[in-house]
């Protein structure tokens, strides 16, 4: 079954975000994994594979393995946007010869860089507040302005001209609608959640950093679902098509008392890379990072 793409915008009052040249959302188009018909479909993940360059940096691992989630999807996103997006940001700034293997600005380069400028800690990964400062940073230092920044209960900044509640909040389906049409390769944060039955509450033991390029969306599920086009880090997408290299993640409004959940999470992910017996996948924050170019 084919999927229309549907251009829109979705219009946030309150938000004044730069014009976006292409709201036609051209990207690689999917067939549909499900029954469903929806009325907005949009997939323009590049059809680029991290997975085995970041599994082959085994000196940057911790004891536990790899915790290089956001070094990984910062890079896969800084990828798509200077060569894939159309239009693209040729101007994003090529990075050294990190692993001095006489080539510079490998995927494995880009890793390493941003490992280095997000001062990702091998034991515990990176922190919220370090990951959108380099890919702010690194916006910025390609010569473009850098409309970066975070919305979810963990921003700590706004973007020039802007509240800092319209980004200190929690996460709404109309803005994954309204980024990702637009072709801004959205990062996604999400913490690792378990249920203490003494508390009687789930407690955070970890979270985890992936891209997202697209969704399918219908008018019916209104604030309370929506199925994320997932790129993620540790799936090796290694054997599919180019265009099928993401997963289809459902994401769903969590029910149940107000205090079983965390203050501010108000949605949960299900799917391929998300889905464990004891441990649930809770939205937290998204990670916008987009060059605008000067005049
Ligand atoms: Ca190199």
């Given at each position: 079954m084919r999927i229309l793409l549907i251009a829109f915008v979705v219009v946030q009052s309150a938000f004044a975000a730069p014009q976006f040249w292409?709201?036609?959302?051209?990207?690689i188009v999917s067939e549909s994994k499900t029954l469903e018909v929806f009325d907005e479909s949009i997939n323009f993940q590049p059809g680029l594979n991290l997975y085995n360059e970041a599994a082959e940096?085994?000196?940057?691992?911790?004891t536990k393995g790899s915790q290089l989630c956001a070094p990984n999807s910062i890079t896969h996103a800084v990828t798509f946007l200077r060569?894939?997006?159309?239009?693209?940001?040729?101007?994003?700034m090529s990075v050294p010869d990190m692993d001095q293997d006489?080539?510079?600005?490998t995927y494995k380069d880009k890793i390493r860089y941003f490992f280095k400028v997000c001062n990702t800690d091998r034991e515990v990964g990176t922190y919220y507040s370090q990951a959108i400062a380099c890919m702010k940073n690194y916006v910025a230092q390609s010569g473009y302005t850098s409309f970066s920044f975070m919305i979810g209960p963990h921003s700590q900044e706004a973007p020039t001209?802007?509240?800092?509640e319209d980004v200190r909040r929690t996460v709404a389906i109309s803005d994954l609608r309204y980024y990702l049409a637009n072709q801004v390769p959205v990062i996604m944060g999400i913490g690792w959640y378990t249920f203490n039955s003494t508390t009687q509450k789930y407690e955070r033991n970890g979270g985890h950093f992936f891209n997202l390029y697209g969704y399918d969306y219908n008018?019916?599920?209104?604030?309370n679902k929506m199925i994320l086009k997932v790129v993620n880090s540790w799936i090796n997408y290694t054997g599919r098509e180019r265009i099928n290299m993401f997963d289809d993640v459902v994401m769903t409004r969590v029910t149940g008392l107000p205090t079983y959940y965390p203050d501010q999470v108000v949605f949960e992910l299900e799917g391929p890379g998300f889905t464990f017996n004891q441990t649930k996948a809770l939205v937290e924050d998204l990670f916008i990072m987009f060059p605008v170019a000067n005049n």
């Open positions: 292409n709201t036609d959302a051209e990207g940096l085994t000196d940057l691992f911790g060569y894939a997006r159309n239009p693209n940001f040729p101007n994003l006489g080539t510079a600005d001209g802007y509240r800092i008018a019916v599920f209104g604030e």
